[in-house]
């Protein structure tokens, strides 16, 4: 199956990607600063050992992603689909969880320093630990 295709060089001189449709894309060892992706969806991407300092992710549905390794320090992931997300070993330093749903994702061995997540999904989810969340872990995580 062919890969989709961005204009990188087009598309983020613009320092916007918001509401883009694209599936399985293939965003690897990319630096992107300040982009944003708003509203965009990006179900099972794979954005593993990219670079997204300072970047948008709002109302992003980044359904089973794969995110390993990335940095995303200083993100804005408010009220974004992350379920079954993986951050496996991501910085996530000072990002924002706000109101995300992140039922089943994956922070194992993530640097969540500073993070906020408050009013966020997180049931279900493995934590810096490799320990599940219960079910009623929202904004933080009960295990």
């Given at each position: 199956?062919?890969?989709p295709y961005i204009n990188l ?70 009220s974004a689909n992350l379920t ?40 279900g989810a493995k934590w810096m ?15």
């Amino acid at each position: 199956m062919r890969q989709p295709y961005i204009n990188l060089l087009t598309e983020t001189s613009k320092n916007s990607l918001k509401n883009i449709s694209i599936f399985n894309p293939k965003i690897i060892h990319f630096f992107f600063r300040i982009i944003n992706f708003d509203k965009s969806t990006m179900m099972n991407s794979n954005l593993s050992f990219g670079t997204f300092p300072e970047s948008s992710f709002f109302r992003v549905n980044l359904y089973e992603s794969v995110n390993i390794g990335a940095n995303f320090e200083k993100a804005n992931f408010t009220s974004a689909n992350l379920t079954r997300a993986d951050f496996m070993g991501a910085t996530l330093i000072e990002a924002n969880f706000q109101n995300a749903n992140a039922m089943e994702a994956n922070f194992t061995n993530a640097n969540i320093t500073s993070a906020n997540f408050e009013g966020a999904n997180l049931s279900g989810a493995k934590w810096m630990n490799g320990k599940t969340c219960g079910a009623e872990s929202i904004g933080v995580c009960k295990q």
